[in-house]
């Protein structure tokens, strides 16, 4: 009972009852945007008929539709929008920038370069593209805290460092699309951020990233807690900060070098989401984390089936939708200091 009283004395932001409540919308969100998801298309069908669809086996139109097509879209938009919220939700955290992100410091064009070079140069050496996305990933993390090392990290040198990163990474990708421009088609797609044709072998990769990293951070929630709270204050409770952060990153790298290599390069949904997250509810990663990962999978799951339905039948890459929205929202950040 005392626990209750405190709690309601709590700024309505700092209340766990607040929190739970706005986890639980966020899990709603993601259940009605799966289903509109797997409704609308060239074929519309109707919310009672998806449900009958999924657990009922037939051999009509809409079920081949919604399992070959629909259903492992929406599974692999949740699973990318996961990762990427909470690769960005990591790298806010450990650099103490609410600007951090995997697109906009580079980690995300570091992966990207090294999947394009494989999907371009040795096609035929796909199934190594996670393996080597990750690679990039990490050497674009590396080289960002070289350069913005100096005595210390500083949030604002790591934006310049990873602004100067991600231009490197960028030229590296049009060079290589230039000296294989008669490979070029494929890989399109992938600098734009694409789901379609997307289908189960992409969700059977990116699966095993999404479960690891789901463990990972909340398992180590306490420690980006304490980590938040300052270099000095973080040492003085024991933390190894070095190694916490670099740990951290590296995490951030391995989810966002796996949704690289699924839907390509996709921005603005680690800036976004976390972002808000926090405005609503705080900066306490053991429920940041969860919030973070549900909007994530909420927001590229709607922002897909708009980008697939809104022109119908041609279809707009999602990263092209997800940048509309992120664009002006880092501006806004930006002038807000």
């Not at 370069?113 to 040795?122: E, S």
């Not at 690679?135 to 040198?157: H, S």
């Not at 705080?282 to 089936?305: C, E, H, I, Q, R």
């Not at 940048?323 to 950040?333: D, R, S």
């Amino acid at each position: 009972m005392k626990a209750k009283e405190t709690d309601t004395t709590l700024p309505l932001r700092d209340r766990v009852s607040f929190k739970l409540t706005f986890i639980l919308i966020l899990a709603s969100l993601c259940v009605a945007a799966f289903v509109v998801g797997n409704m609308r298309g060239t074929m519309e069908v109707s919310p009672g008929r998806v449900f009958e669809v999924l657990f009922n086996d037939d051999s009509s139109a809409e079920r081949m539709v919604i399992w070959n097509i629909r259903l492992p879209r929406m599974i692999l938009a949740g699973l990318v929008g996961i990762n990427l919220a909470m690769a960005g939700a990591t790298l806010q955290g450990v650099m103490g920038n609410p600007l951090a992100d995997p697109s906009i410091i580079g980690i995300s064009s570091g992966a990207g370069l090294f999947a394009i070079f494989v999907l371009v140069v040795v096609p035929q050496h796909q199934s190594i593209v996670p393996l080597v996305a990750f690679v990039g990933a990490i050497l674009a993390a590396t080289i960002i805290y070289v350069l913005a090392w100096k005595g210390g990290i500083q949030p604002m040198r790591i934006i310049l460092a990873g602004v100067a990163v991600s231009a490197l990474f960028g030229a590296g990708i049009s060079a290589t699309l230039v000296f294989f421009s008669d490979r070029v088609h494929g890989a399109l797609t992938f600098m734009n951020g694409s789901l379609s044709s997307r289908s189960w072998p992409e969700v059977r990769m990116i699966l095993p990233y999404t479960i690891a990293g789901l463990v990972l951070v909340n398992l180590f929630a306490k420690k980006i807690n304490i980590l938040i709270l300052g270099d000095e204050t973080a040492r003085s409770l024991g933390l190894n900060v070095e190694r916490v952060r670099l740990g951290f990153t590296a995490l951030a790298a391995f989810l966002a070098a796996s949704s690289v290599s699924a839907v390509g390069l996709l921005g603005f949904v680690g800036l976004i989401v976390p972002h808000s997250v926090r405005l609503i509810i705080g900066n306490d990663y053991k429920y940041k984390y969860p919030a973070s990962a549900l909007m994530g999978a909420a927001l590229v799951m709607f922002s897909d089936t708009f980008a697939r339905t809104i022109m119908s039948p041609t279809e707009i890459p999602v990263g092209i939708v997800m940048a509309v929205l992120g664009a002006p929202f880092f501006l806004y950040l930006l002038r807000r200091g």
